[in-house]
């Protein structure tokens, strides 16, 4: 377990709902932030009802909240309330960060904005994440993650070209929002001491578009209009999904040299030489018959038997597995990649949760507190401002917390 974390004794103020956001703040988590989850009185973070198991979701400790919320400490504020809006105040005075996912407009309209908080806070890093941006003629749009996708192109890029458009089979968009603005706040911390404050405007259709790489560059330079390919690559052949006698591998013989071993490996020496097949952009171009061939070979063994023939050749490949026989992969578990918590308030089983895709210095990123019940550390950490016992009586009475 890492005991060097790099955001130790950074306070992140989560004002976020549902994904994005929430993800974003679940990395700084296990960063070691100090991250206060800041959610409304009534039933908190939407993600919170949300998840596959309803008795969970009635408890308000949906599976969709568990996944991205562990290390996180909960208070509930009513924004909307005078002395509500007081108390958070108090409570971002003594913040490093603020990360908030509402609509382009919602924290100035309470008073709560940047402008306001990094006068009182001048190294203030305060993101707001939201579909399309603070500024534009979507800016006022709201958009989850499947929106983003079909807006950003993915959709029209994913399947073949009888399924296509199709979504992403995960948040996508949603997730890569999150990493961008975790990303963006931690690189602006980095640089405070010198620049100070800053207002960070991560849009989620933005994000998804700058992850696009070759698609997008072949188009923007190369006048390439891009079209759904399946589960073959573009830029090379053989590369792709291909059917062994038990399931599917993932071959990408992208280099001349790898496709040379692939022959040889599947005892198939006619085709190096093969005028279809014998250069890189031939073998593009008959794609779909040197496939054919190479399959005929590739349905006498399983695909766990060709993973390990063709990899000992230095040709990469790889079996496509379900997320379960991911999780449980042997891989997964040499990594420590997989957190549990057990008896978590309101939750019956333990929660197991992913950690991030990195370790620092061989260390394995951790977080010591499952995730909390709604307005859990209302007590501890208003007290911690100052508050008394009664005053916070009071705050709940006024419907303020």
Known sequence: MLKNKPLKNIR???????????????????LGADVIKVENPQKGDLARQLGGQEELNQKLMGISFLAQNAGKRSVTVNLKNEEGKKLFLALADTADVVVENFRPGVMERLGLGYEVLSKRIPKLVYCAISGY???????????YDQIVQGMSGVMSITGDEK???YRVGYPVSDTIGGITAAFAISSALLGREIQGGCFLDVAMLDSTLATMGWV???YLIGRQEPFPVGNENFTASPSGTFATADGLLNIAANKQEQY?????????EDLIEHPMFKEREARKTHRSELKAELEKELKREGAEHWMEKLNAAGIPAGV????PEALNHPQIAERDFIAKFSNVSGVENDVRVVKTGFKISG?????????????????????QLGFSDQEIDELKEKGAI
């Open 216 to 218: 997008i560059s072949n």
């Open 12 to 30: 992140v103020l989560d004002l976020t709902n549902v994904l994005a956001g929430p993800f974003c703040c679940h990395q700084l988590a296990f």
């Open 163 to 165: 399924t296509a458009p």
């Open 133 to 143: 941006g603070q500024e534009g003629p979507l800016k006022a749009f709201p958009a």
């Open 363 to 383: 260390s394995s990123t951790a977080v010591d507190s499952p995730p909390p019940l709604l307005g859990e550390h209302n007590l501890e950490i208003f007290s």
């Open 320 to 323: 496509v597995l379900t997320v």
């Open 260 to 268: 040379i071993a692939l022959c040889g490996v599947l005892g198939r």
